[in-house]
């Protein structure tokens, strides 16, 4: 059949020993489920004659029994195409290069591919002149090894045959509990003896070498102690190619070595601080050298691997070292090399016809604020509620309402919800859209991504965000809080500059908005311009394109008892309208009386229950008033004119906009704030103290009963073991295995 046909042929493109095991299998599931045999699968088997075993595909092939989720001849198809296989129906190349142009790729689209293969003639590697094979051993060592380590070796091996093909195979351990230094200096002292330093090697086989340090108790991946190197070795191409390819990616090779056949063994410096980013770094090695030519033997991947040893004879070819620390001096260094060189950097503008054509900004998301596409920082000490005003944000932008008193277009927006379970961050939007009292016609139109425990570094977050987001259509990304995917230290522009430009690929890649907030430096804020109060590098003053600041008001006793007042008449009002509406005395002007108010509410309300409710109402009224805080909203935007202070009263859970703050002066003078502390009601220390955890307790609870210990330490901006402290002082708070809860009355 012609399907099978062309399965077959395509096989001929894809090399088994190049694969991995679970590659392997893929292969012969997706031939089963297009109908081949298993016959098939054992002939393209056996071209791997160092793994090959009778019988064993038409074992694993009788286990294939099928899933929902198949796998089909497209990993085959796959497969093909990353070894070169091209469809007679794909868009031809017409491109060609002058003989001036360089073979260094050009075209950024082809990710990463920076070298024209076709244009590769190659790179002469030279056999040593004078054979110095003790030398050669040396000369390896000590650009590979530092003395002290401990390496495993194999220098002989056993006749491993498979029908007619016939190959040499390490035997499986070899020698594992001699340092380099040793062996250096053993070769010395006996003039280059290796058989006396080493044990007398099999000349059919050649020798091999684990290229990074052991424990001495094993040669596994897990008795591995340093993971700095990786091997990159290829046969698809002549040696003189790979030696030019390797050369011009710039790969950083501590030593590259002719392994006496059809490959050169690259010790690639690697420099991982465990096995996971050693992993990570080989997969982003092989991709880019993949990408250029060199199709890579994946099982090279393990770091216990062995590589060919120089210094050694493989029948009567010599394995000899070729160079060493060629290229990139160190891991870091080339791959910033390669991500210059992929940077897909647009080109430069010519402004010929600048003046032909109307310019387009983007569409303001925040009117007068924020473009769509452009970033937003919001800071603020704790105890601001930042949060709070970020999830008022996305509401706001979800139902086309005002925020802050600035409106907002209507669209999508995606709440990174990093510090909340999903249930809390639920009941915190149902509180807040209560609260505001508008309704939730377009609460569709927001998304919550709940990362909490499952949180990256923003530079590992920002691709899947990415990926995830591209469909959806969001004109907003809000993200709190950014501490818990902050990479670096946040006093380093460099490492912040690195860290920021997570948003602009978000930014740009969805073209929306990014907001996010962060914490205030540390000190008094009510001298420093807007731009210079954020924690850390001064990165986060310049990278945003609009900047607001939250500054606490210092409030007096009048003003608190004046809250009071108001929250009283509040509550008056909305019960007598609850219990009584058709009760029309009350005046605009007597809603802002508390006598007024009360003489109303007696002479509205008979019930002796009903008024016992509405006192307890009143109570709760006048304590969350005096737990309010107040605010000053500034801000430093980039294309907007600078915008007027706007003060606002932060009531659990939303910030309630009111102008008669805007009298308040921000004081920098110790003697004023010291004024201010007496003001409140010459409160002490402790008094304070009690008060401020009762108020964080009841502002993170949000309805439960009880609160981890954490959140509270990081809602007040102190340690965990001063927060204890303040529990134990404070009697009406207990803590059970880091939960903390309200003891009952």
Not at 290 to 302: F, P, R, S, T
């Amino acid at each position: 059949m012609e399907n099978k046909l062309d399965l077959i042929e395509l096989l001929e493109f894809v090399d088994p020993a190049a694969l991995d095991y679970q590659e392997w299998v893929n292969v012969g599931m997706a031939l089963k489920h297009e109908g081949y045999t298993a016959n098939d699968w054992e002939e393209w088997s056996q071209k791997d004659s160092s793994r090959y075993h009778d019988g064993e595909c038409e074992k694993k092939w009788n286990s294939f029994q099928g899933t929902g989720s198949p796998v089909t001849g497209a990993t085959i198809t796959q497969l093909a195409k990353e070894n070169g296989w091209r469809s007679q129906w794909e868009d031809a190349d017409d491109s060609f290069l002058d003989w001036n142009d360089s073979f260094i790729a050009t075209d950024v689209n082809k990710g990463y591919k920076l070298i024209n293969t076709d244009w590769v003639m190659g790179q002469d590697i030279h056999e040593p002149k004078f054979w110095n094979p003790s030398q050669q051993i040396i000369d390896y060592l000590e650009a590979v090894f530092n003395p002290g380590d401990i390496i495993g070796y194999v220098n002989d091996g056993y006749l491993h045959t498979n029908g007619e093909v016939e190959k040499w195979i390490p035997k499986s351990t070899g020698v594992y509990t001699k340092t380099a230094g040793d062996i250096i200096q053993g070769l010395r002292n006996t003039n280059g003896d290796i058989g006396a330093v080493m044990g007398d090697p099999n000349i059919n086989t050649g020798a091999w070498i684990r290229f990074n340090p052991l424990d001495g108790e094993g040669v596994k991946n897990t008795n591995v102690t340093e993971f700095k190197y990786a091997l990159v070795e290829s046969d698809n191409m002549s040696i003189e190619q790979q030696n030019e390819i390797i050369r011009e990616l710039e790969l950083p090779v501590v030593a590259l070595t002719y392994s006496g056949s059809k490959s050169l063994h690259a010790i690639v410096k690697v420099d991982a601080v465990n096995y996971p980013q050693y992993q990570e770094r080989v997969d982003y090695l092989y991709k880019i050298v993949e990408k250029n030519g060199l199709k890579v033997d994946k099982q090279n991947k393990n770091p216990s691997r062995l590589s060919r040893l120089p210094g050694f004879m493989r029948g009567d070819k010599k394995q000899f070292l070729i160079d060493t620390n060629i290229g990139k001096s160190s891991w870091e260094e080339w791959e910033e090399y390669i991500e210059d060189m992929n940077d897909n950097l647009p080109d430069p503008e010519n402004l010929s016809d600048l003046f032909d054509k109307p310019i387009e900004l983007a569409p303001e998301l925040i009117k007068g604020m924020l473009r769509q596409g452009h970033k937003m920082l919001i800071a603020g000490p704790s105890k601001a509620g930042k949060s709070f005003s970020l999830i008022q944000l996305a509401i706001a932008i979800a139902e086309g309402r005002k925020w802050f008193g600035f409106d907002c277009v209507k669209g999508k927006v995606l709440y990174v919800n990093l510090e909340l379970d999903a249930n809390s961050a639920k009941m915190r939007f149902a509180e807040i859209y209560n609260k505001l009292g508008q309704g939730h016609a377009n609460v569709h139109n927001i998304d919550v991504w709940n990362l909490r425990g499952k949180t990256s570094p923003m530079d590992k977050l920002a691709p899947k965000l990415i990926r995830r987001s591209q469909k959806e259509g969001y004109i907003a990304v809000i993200i709190d809080p950014i501490y818990k995917v902050l990479t670096g230290d946040e006093n380093s522009a460099h490492e912040m500059a690195n860290f920021t430009n997570q948003f602009d690929k978000i930014a740009t890649e969805l073209n929306c908005s990014v907001i996010y907030c962060h914490h205030h430096s540390k000190g008094s804020q009510s001298g420093k311009n807007s731009m210079d109060r954020s924690s850390g590098s001064g990165v986060f003053a310049r990278d945003p394109d609009a900047i607001l600041d939250l500054i606490e008001l210092p409030i007096t006793e009048d003003r608190y008892v004046q809250l009071e007042n108001q929250a009283v008449c509040d509550t008056y009002n909305a019960a007598i309208k609850t219990y009584n509406p058709t009760y029309k005395d009350v005046s605009s002007d007597d809603t802002f009386s508390v006598k007024q108010m009360s003489y109303h509410l007696m002479s509205a309300i008979k019930s002796q229950e009903v008024l016992s409710i509405i006192e307890n109402n009143r109570k709760k009224a006048v304590e969350l008033a005096r737990q309010a805080s107040a605010w000053r909203l500034e801000g430093t935007l980039r294309e907007f004119p600078k915008m007027k202070s706007i003060n606002a009263w932060f009531k659990y859970p939303i910030h309630v906009l009111d102008d008669s703050l805007g009298d308040i002066s921000l004081e920098d003078d110790p003697k004023e704030k010291w004024k201010k502390g007496v003001q409140k009601s010459n409160e002490s220390r402790s008094e304070k103290v009690s008060k401020e955890l009762e108020e964080a307790f009841n502002i993170l609870v949000a309805g439960e009963t009880s609160i981890d210990v954490g959140q509270v330490a990081d809602y007040l901006d102190i340690s965990k073991s001063a927060l204890y402290k303040r529990i134990k002082k404070h009697e009406k708070f207990e803590v059970v295995d880091g939960i903390m809860t309200k003891k009952e009355d």
